[in-house]
Nanobody, 117 residues
Framework: QVHVVESGGGLVQPGGSLRLSCAAS????????MGWYRQAPGKQRELVAT???????NYADSVKSRFTISRGTVKNTVYLQMNSLKPEDTAVYYC???????????WGQGTQVTVSS
């Protein structure tokens, strides 16, 4: 199995920045996709950003030009740099890991991001 842990959430003022980290461990021999999703109160979980083995990235329209996803130099890690944060970015942010095209998705426990003055 694969264990996924996020960190870096917290309270930040509008216009501020935050950097989320995700680390995957366990039975990992390949890595296809790592990504970030979020779920706001009363809303469904939605895609924020993903990065695949080729390096290609995909972003939700609402975060393009503000958020950047990147893989870390440490094995099986991924980051989400969030700039120009808005109150509507408030949500629990989850890291998702998919080790191959045919594997299941593995999810972290989530980290709370609150954007408020």
């Amino acid at each position: 199995q694969v264990h996924v842990v996020e960190s870096g959430g917290g309270l930040v003022q509008p216009g501020g920045s935050l950097r989320l980290s995700c680390a995957a461990s366990g039975s990992i021999f390949t890595m296809y996709l790592m990504g970030w999703y979020r779920q706001a109160p009363g809303k469904q979980r939605e895609l924020v950003a993903t990065i695949v083995d080729t390096g290609n990235t995909n972003y939700a329209d609402s975060v393009k030009s503000r958020f950047t996803i990147s893989r870390g130099t440490v094995k099986n890690t991924v980051y989400l740099q969030m700039n120009s944060l808005k109150p509507e970015d408030t949500a629990v942010y989850y890291c998702k890991v998919r080790v191959s095209l045919t594997s299941s998705n593995y999810w972290g426990q989530g980290t709370q991001v609150t954007v408020s003055s």
